[in-house]
């Protein structure tokens, strides 16, 4: 059988980071096994949506450069299309935007409603599933009997004692839902790809909800009948849907269906070892994506969240992770969520860039759009072993849009006095001035410079730093001057001596 896999998001959020580990899974599992990769939206609740979730998902996956082989593969631009302020209105015309590819669709369940009411009454027929009419307040009465008597909060299956003709009449009536009757005896058992053997009895478990009233299936049966049509293979998912398995596995059971391959993923935590969440700082891709991670770093990050490749080596491309990665190496316990880790990816990454590429991928952060390429370039040659995050190369870098504003006593090194900060600022301003515009390199700025501070090189550095750029950090003298070019750095040297005269 070929493998197949997929990630079903709800379009409930923005896709998070433990959304993208699970596709990055997912697909490295695909593509090791010369698979498959299938993405599907399970929008059932229509209560939750939200309209760019399915924009933010698949642009989280194209960023991140997991290519997608079937199911909703794209969406066509959503510019002056979609101008509704009502939530679900806007969420349903971009839907109808959403591109699908594949011979097992539609893969939105919102549009496969038809084909879970067909699957719910075969199980109806079968007496395997039963209309429930029990109202809200009954279901709350229920579910406080059984807490004080210290009992799992199952319903009590009252609508399965009613007789043929009462709930023919009812179902005619009244809104119902449709539930399995799972078996009072017995355990369902599974082995978990990652976990090993695992069972429950079925005493213990809830008759599920498998239509809702409102005509929607729940995520349990629809989870089971789009993975069964769409013939996934390999089920790879949050641990959060290990006490839910059991009646997925009771749904397939119903239907005399083979159950795919399941493994359950450890959940991210956060550096206290709590569930990850925004108050932990960011956790959509999205974040990442405007603060200017690199995808690559993400990625590698991402990767090794639960996943031990059993080396030392730690930097991994992505057709690297491709071929290293064993599902065998899945981690059973939770990984943590580590900024500084990441920020070290990302900041490594970054080192690795041609200056060049690293330019037009910085250019859109910088404070202002600035015409002149060169010193863009400038700009990131200087930044680059410095910054973690494209976003991090405007750092220490304001003097370079505008003039500087300082008290003259920031020129002052330690106990210089005035005549001292200007005597440094003109041996400053004498060797600058004797290279040549053209010449006026980095190199050409620094051996002079150094040669002439010795080794105490504050007192002449140091002002020179504050006249050029007014801050206490920055970068070096040199290297702000370079950024600058000889006419503006002369110009606030020379602004530097009037200020201290």
Known sequence: MKTRVRIAPSPTGLFHLGGLRTALTNYLFARKERGVFVVRVEDTDQSRLVPEAIPDMLESLRWSGIGIDEGVTGIQSTKHKVQSTNSKERYNRIKKLVIQKGNFGPYIQSERLEIYRRYA???????????????????????????????????????????????KNKMAKIPYVIRLKVPNSGKTVFNDLVRGRIEMENKLLDDPILIKSDGFPTYHFSVVIDDHLMRISHILRGEEWIPSTPKHILIYQAFDWSVPVIGHLTNILNMKGGKLSKRDGDVSVSDFRQKGYLPEAVINFVALLGWNPKTTKEIFTLAELVREFDIKKLNKAAPRFDQQRLEWFSGHYIRQKPVAELARLCAPYLEKNIKDKNLVKKIVTVQQPRIHTLSDVNREIEFVFKLPQYPKQLLRWKDMGDRAVIESLRRALKIIGKIPASKFTLTNLEKPLMAAAGADRGPLLWPLRVALTGQKQSPSPFECAWMLGKNESVERVKAAIRKTA
Not at 127 to 141: G, M, Q, S
Request: aromatic content about 6%.
């Open 121 to 167: 009454e075969e199980l109806l027929r079968k007496k395997i599933a039963y209309p429930c009419f029990c109202t809200p307040e009954r279901l709350d009465k229920v579910r406080k009997n059984c807490q004080a008597k210290d009992l799992p909060p199952k319903y009590d299956r009252h609508c399965l004692s009613l007789s043929e003709a009462e709930m």
